[in-house]
């Protein structure tokens, strides 16, 4: 099948940085999309950024400027450098890709898979 392991959460002061990194592997065709989503406590989940293969982006409206989503289509893994958090930053944050996939327990199609989270906690 196909595994997403993200890396790079943590704590950081405010005005601080960090870069989360996911790396898909698997039985993998080929990955459409990348993302990175987040959730804080008690609100619904949010896109942060996405990336397609042909390198086009897009980004919600409160961390345009601050964030920046990458990929590296070699080594099916997607970035995002984060500048200036802010405290309402502070999430769980998973790793989706889109991926055309198969095997012999699931057809080839498309799929969404989505990583464990990992936590990110900016202080004020």
């Known amino acids: 099948q196909v595994q997403l392991v993200e890396s790079g959460g943590g704590l950081v002061q405010a005005g601080g940085s960090l870069r989360l990194s996911c790396a898909a592997s698997g039985s993998i065709f080929s990955i459409n999309a990348m993302g990175w989503y987040r959730q804080a406590p008690g609100k619904q989940r949010e896109l942060v950024a996405a990336i397609t293969s042909g390198g086009s982006t897009n980004y919600a409206d409160s961390v345009k400027g601050r964030f920046t989503i990458s990929r590296d289509n070699a080594k099916n893994t997607v970035y995002l450098q984060m500048n200036s958090l802010k405290p309402e930053d502070t999430a769980v944050y998973y790793c989706?890709?889109?991926?055309?996939?198969?095997?012999?327990?699931?057809?080839?199609?498309?799929?969404?898979?989505w990583g464990q989270g990992t936590q990110v906690t900016v202080s004020s």
């Open positions: 989706n890709a889109e991926v055309e996939s198969g095997s012999t327990y699931r057809p080839m199609g498309v799929y969404d898979y």
